[in-house]
């Protein structure tokens, strides 16, 4: 197993269409500039940006990322494994339903078609200490502030309502290094975001597709989401799970939200 992510179709290989009455969004590429650009335009501040992450286990290739790293996003193919963990470990929960301040973490589900990108990075910036660095007054901060309060279907309704949102997407899905894939299409790579709680100390995974957030654990104080721990929670555990079913080597990419380097 390769613990490296891989170089793959950043946008991922279209597959079959889904329903047309769907609403959907052009992917966005897995690229930092592109998502830092982004998240940059709707109001997040210019003293954070997504960087690569080249390696999991080589200490000076760590090195070269930014820390305190707030928030990692995860871009993996939907495989079988992933789909039938996916299933199973969702299959005794119930669906999530909490909304306000008192949350650990604030959750969205996806409805969009191909908005897993944009889900991923309102997941980085509506928890942990990211939050604190988005621009008063700004699209970002108001949505977020509008999210809060709500369930996850009516937040999910207010998504697919907010053009600056979506038109912010839009553009940032033509700024990639690749052609983008037509809005109908519909791609195999999926984001799934690694975030630390200010409020519990605790590793989440947040990923739109399931049934909720999905608590894996407490963190030491001071740690962040590339510390061993996190990372054994969360990325690496994904890999084995990987590796366990047969999967052989996975093309995946890891990026991560951090301190500016300008």
């Given at each position: 197993?390769?613990?490296?992510?891989?170089?793959?179709?950043?946008?991922?290989?279209?597959?079959?269409?889904?329903?047309?009455?769907?609403k959907?969004?052009?992917?966005?590429?897995?690229?930092?500039?592109?998502?830092?650009?982004?998240?940059?335009?709707?109001?997040?501040?210019?003293?954070?940006?997504?960087?690569?992450v080249?390696?999991?286990?080589?200490?000076?290739?760590?090195?070269?990322?930014?820390?305190?790293?707030?928030?990692?996003?995860?871009?993996?193919?939907?495989?079988?494994?992933?789909?039938?963990?996916?299933?199973?470990?969702?299959?005794?929960?119930?669906?999530y339903?909490?909304?306000?301040?008192?949350?650990?973490?604030?959750?969205?589900?996806?409805t969009?078609g191909?908005?897993?990108?944009?889900?991923?990075?309102?997941?980085?910036?509506?928890?942990?200490?990211?939050?604190?660095?988005?621009?008063?007054g700004?699209?970002?901060?108001?949505?977020?502030?509008?999210?809060?309060?709500?369930?996850?279907?009516?937040r999910?309704?207010?998504?697919?309502?907010?053009?600056?949102?979506?038109?912010?997407?839009?553009?940032?899905?033509?700024?990639?290094?690749?052609?983008?894939?037509?809005?109908e299409?519909?791609v195999?790579?999926?984001?799934?975001c690694f975030?630390?709680?200010?409020?519990?100390?605790?590793?989440?995974?947040?990923?739109?597709?399931?049934?909720?957030?999905?608590?894996r654990?407490?963190?030491?104080?001071?740690?962040?989401?590339?510390?061993?721990?996190?990372?054994?929670k969360?990325?690496?555990?994904?890999?084995?799970r990987?590796?366990?079913?047969?999967g052989?080597?996975?093309?995946?990419?890891?990026?991560?939200?951090?301190e500016?380097?300008?």
């Amino acid at each position: 197993m390769s613990t490296d992510p891989a170089q793959a179709d950043p946008h991922g290989t279209p597959v079959a269409a889904t329903k047309p009455n769907k609403k959907r969004f052009v992917p966005l590429e897995n690229n930092p500039e592109v998502m830092t650009t982004l998240l940059h335009n709707l109001g997040l501040s210019r003293s954070l940006q997504f960087h690569d992450v080249f390696s999991i286990d080589d200490p000076d290739l760590l090195a070269f990322v930014p820390r305190p790293a707030y928030a990692l996003l995860l871009v993996f193919p939907v495989s079988a494994t992933y789909e039938k963990f996916r299933h199973e470990e969702d299959a005794s929960k119930p669906e999530y339903d909490s909304s306000g301040e008192g949350e650990p973490v604030v959750w969205y589900k996806q409805t969009i078609g191909n908005a897993c990108g944009l889900i991923g990075l309102l997941h980085t910036v509506s928890n942990g200490a990211a939050k604190s660095q988005i621009q008063a007054g700004s699209d970002l901060e108001r949505f977020i502030s509008q999210a809060i309060p709500l369930k996850p279907k009516e937040r999910a309704e207010l998504l697919e309502e907010t053009e600056a949102l979506e038109k912010a997407s839009q553009e940032a899905a033509g700024q990639g290094e690749t052609a983008a894939p037509a809005a109908e299409e519909s791609v195999d790579l999926h984001y799934v975001c690694f975030v630390k709680s200010e409020k519990d100390g605790h590793l989440w995974e947040m990923d739109g597709r399931r049934k909720g957030p999905l608590d894996r654990g407490e963190l030491a104080e001071g740690e962040d989401v590339l510390g061993a721990s996190a990372l054994d929670k969360g990325v690496r555990a994904f890999l084995k799970r990987e590796e366990a079913a047969g999967g052989g080597e996975l093309r995946f990419g890891l990026i991560v939200l951090a301190e500016s380097l300008e």
